[in-house]
């Protein structure tokens, strides 16, 4: 008898096999677990946290207000603010009385006291020494252009002396001299300049002025000058120039600014 071969089992199809083809899905990536920061020792941890939590009696503290409920005072009862009212830019920068010109202000250009003693020698020396006193200036002398025989005066010598005080000195001695007249002038005195001149009798007549033998009493003549800023065009040795009719000083003028700066009077003497 022929031998039939064994039967041997055919291997059945996985389910993998038979199922229709799926997709495949791409991995995830894998997220590193970074690890946990280290607790700071100076914060307390949530147990420490719980274990200080308030008893179930008591209640929490309520916070402070910032505004006291008593002095809160109600908004109708605040007074509203009050507008300023803008003033418009023209009267911003209008002026209501008009300012003078510093060019126009008259001042004192300089002081001049002459002594003539007529002769030289002694009399010129005592005539140095009281001006000397009466202004802290050393003199110059001033000396005789003609010979005149009749006086005995010779040409070019030394018969007078004088000083030029300028600014804040010139002042100062005019405030003097002026209080040994009495304080008033003639309007003779002045010229069409404005320049004014008088003279002094005795010098003892001088505030602060004390007779002396030695030095016996004499009189001087006092000289000043009125002008304003830019005189000095006229005076320069380079470039000079004449100042403008409408700049000078005039007579009425310089009367005015002497009456205001020194309280001087003006006038005829009265009878």
């Known amino acids: 008898m022929e031998e039939t071969p064994p039967k041997t089992e055919e291997a059945k199809p996985s389910e993998e096999e038979t199922?229709?083809?799926?997709?495949?899905?791409?991995?995830?990536?894998?997220?590193?677990?970074?690890?946990?920061?280290?607790?700071?020792?100076?914060?307390?941890?949530?147990?420490?946290?719980?274990?200080?939590?308030t008893p179930e009696g008591e209640s929490e503290p309520e916070a402070p207000e910032t505004v006291d409920e008593a002095e809160q005072v109600p908004e109708e009862e605040l007074e509203p603010e009050e507008e300023v009212e803008e003033e418009p830019e023209e009267d911003r920068w209008r002026i209501e009385e008009p300012i003078p010109s510093s060019?126009?202000?008259?001042?004192?250009?300089?002081?001049?006291?002459?002594i003539a003693a007529g002769k030289s020698g002694e009399p010129l020396d005592r005539a140095i020494t009281i001006l000397e006193n009466l202004t802290d200036q050393r003199p110059c002398t001033r000396r005789a252009k003609q010979t005149i025989r009749t006086f005995g005066i010779r040409k070019n010598e030394p018969i007078a002396c004088m000083v030029t005080l300028r600014g804040p000195k010139a002042e100062a001695i005019l405030n003097k001299t002026f209080a040994a007249v009495g304080k008033r002038l003639s309007p003779r005195s002045f010229d069409r300049n404005g320049n004014f001149a008088f003279g002094i009798r005795e010098h003892i007549d001088i505030p602060g002025q004390r007779y002396d033998p030695k030095l016996g009493i004499?009189?001087?003549d006092v000289m000043a000058t009125v002008e304003r800023r830019g005189y000095r065009v006229a005076r320069r040795r380079r470039a000079k120039s004449k100042v403008a009719i409408s700049h000078r000083v005039k007579r009425e003028e310089a009367i005015e600014f002497i009456k205001q700066r020194f309280g001087v009077e003006v006038g005829l003497p009265s009878e």
Do not use: C, F, T
Request: zero cysteines.
């Open 19 to 53: 199922s229709p083809e799926k997709p495949i899905q791409p991995a995830e990536p894998k997220v590193e677990e970074l690890p946990a920061p280290a607790p700071d020792p100076e914060e307390p941890s949530a147990v420490e946290a719980e274990g200080e939590a």
């Open 103 to 114: 060019m126009l202000a008259i001042k004192i250009g300089k002081v001049v006291i002459n």
């Open 218 to 220: 004499i009189g001087m």
